[in-house]
């Protein structure tokens, strides 16, 4: 899979924390329903890895990945859990190497210039900017669209559903993440119809 691909499903990637296993299908599930299917759930608690599979297996309807891959492990896990991407927080030549032997499509995260350069140079061209908000926004966006004409980005970081509109219009943003999909007291309380309707909400923001 050409990681851009993940872009032409909707306008946003709901980045996940699950602490209950038995959460993990009804939670997809719910997101599926409201049409966001592709789900990115981070390698952050104790039971991300058995979450993976289980949507995996049980809801064919939703691309699952791995975030918050850091390391060899994390992306080889992720790949044995049957994750169909992986998401790096940062960039390193190891993670970027690791995952093309892998065969694990990566979106890997950068913040600046040096860090484009450096996952480019390793034939990443739809990289993750995070954390989007704090390292400059859409001015940092707009000043990366000159020199980085040929890269797209998935901002991710601080977005929320009032500015995730203004990061989607611009030209080199395919797809915004963020956690706003699936807040926590909402999936404590399991929640789903509540987590179907941000999902419609979010899928909305581009028609
Ligand atoms: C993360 O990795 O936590 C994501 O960037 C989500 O950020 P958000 O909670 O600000 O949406």
Same mark, same amino acid.
């Given at each position: 899979?050409?990681?851009?691909?993940?872009?032409?499903?909707?306008?946003?990637?709901?980045?996940?924390?699950?602490?209950?296993?038995?959460?993990?299908?009804?939670?997809?599930?719910?997101?599926?329903?409201?049409?966001?299917?592709?789900?990115?759930?981070?390698?952050?608690?104790?039971?991300?890895?058995?979450?993976?599979?289980?949507?995996?297996?049980?809801?064919?309807?939703?691309?699952?990945?791995?975030?918050?891959?850091?390391?060899? +492990?994390? /992306?080889? @896990?992720?790949?044995? %859990?049957?994750?169909? &991407?992986?998401?790096?927080? *940062?960039? !390193? =030549? #190891?993670?970027?190497?690791?995952?093309?032997?892998?065969?694990?499509?990566?979106?890997?995260?950068?913040?600046?210039?040096?860090?484009?350069?450096?996952?480019?140079?390793?034939?990443?061209?739809?990289?993750?900017?995070?954390?989007?908000?704090?390292?400059?926004?859409?001015?940092? +966006?707009? /000043?990366? @669209?000159?020199?980085? %004409?040929?890269?797209? &980005?998935?901002?991710?970081? *601080?977005? !929320? =559903? #009032?500015?995730?509109?203004?990061?989607?219009?611009?030209?080199?943003?395919?797809?915004?993440?963020?956690?706003?999909?699936?807040?926590?007291?909402?999936?404590?309380?399991?929640?789903?119809?509540?987590?179907?309707?941000?999902?419609?909400?979010?899928?909305?923001?581009?028609?």
């Amino acid at each position: 899979m050409n990681t851009l691909e993940l872009a032409s499903y909707g306008p946003v990637i709901p980045v996940i924390v699950i602490d209950r296993l038995e959460d993990a299908v009804p939670l997809a599930e719910a997101l599926v329903a409201g049409g966001v299917r592709v789900l990115e759930v981070t390698l952050r608690t104790p039971v991300a890895l058995p979450c993976m599979e289980a949507i995996a297996k049980a809801v064919p309807e939703a691309i699952v990945g791995a975030g918050t891959v850091r390391n060899a +492990l994390d /992306a080889q @896990a992720a790949r044995d %859990a049957g994750c169909h &991407f992986a998401v790096s927080p *940062g960039y !390193t =030549p #190891e993670i970027g190497r690791v995952c093309q032997e892998l065969g694990l499509p990566l979106l890997p995260g950068v913040a600046t210039g040096s860090e484009v350069m450096t996952a480019h140079a390793d034939g990443y061209h739809f990289l993750k900017f995070f954390p989007a908000t704090a390292a400059g926004g859409i001015p940092m +966006l707009k /000043a990366f @669209a000159g020199p980085f %004409a040929d890269i797209s &980005f998935c901002p991710t970081g *601080g977005i !929320t =559903p #009032e500015t995730a509109g203004q990061f989607l219009a611009l030209p080199n943003v395919k797809v915004c993440g963020g956690s706003w999909l699936t807040p926590a007291e909402v999936v404590k309380a399991r929640d789903w119809a509540t987590i179907t309707r941000l999902a419609r909400e979010a899928s909305a923001l581009r028609p």
